[in-house]
């Protein structure tokens, strides 16, 4: 019997592995905008964050989405990903 493998992604905060499932993604839109993407199924390129608002403070400090997306991201932009991620 052959085993479905899991998907693993790295968390963009504390650099470890998780299954995708588990994760909370970050896309960046043909448009340029970056949000969450709490579904998993938006359209653009993704970048994968733990559920733990602390996670998003650490990929916040190294500017990890940044580097993931070739672009600057805004204040606002992060404040209103903090805000999602409580309220989710």
Same mark, same amino acid.
Not at 6 to 11: A, G, Q, S, T
Not at 35 to 46: Q, Y
Not at 75 to 84: A, H, K, T
């Given at each position: %019997? @052959?085993?479905? !493998?899991?998907?693993?992604?790295?968390? =963009?905060?504390?650099?470890? %592995?998780? +299954? @995708?499932? =588990?994760? /909370?993604? /970050? *896309?960046?839109?043909?448009?340029? +905008? *970056? =949000? #969450? +993407? #709490? =579904?998993?199924?938006?359209?653009?390129?993704?970048?994968?964050?733990?559920?733990?608002?602390?996670?998003? !403070?650490?990929?916040?400090? !190294?500017?990890?989405?940044?580097?993931?997306?070739?672009?600057?991201?805004?204040?606002? /932009?992060?404040? #209103?990903? $903090? $805000?999602? %991620?409580?309220?989710?």
């Amino acid at each position: %019997m @052959k085993t479905k !493998k899991v998907p693993l992604r790295m968390c =963009t905060g504390c650099g470890e %592995m998780f +299954d @995708k499932r =588990t994760l /909370v993604r /970050v *896309v960046k839109s043909p448009e340029g +905008d *970056v =949000t #969450l +993407d #709490l =579904t998993g199924k938006k359209s653009g390129r993704g970048a994968y964050v733990c559920k733990n608002p602390e996670c998003l !403070k650490k990929a916040r400090k !190294k500017r990890a989405f940044e580097r993931a997306f070739s672009m600057q991201i805004g204040e606002e /932009v992060y404040n #209103l990903m $903090e $805000e999602e %991620m409580q309220n989710a």
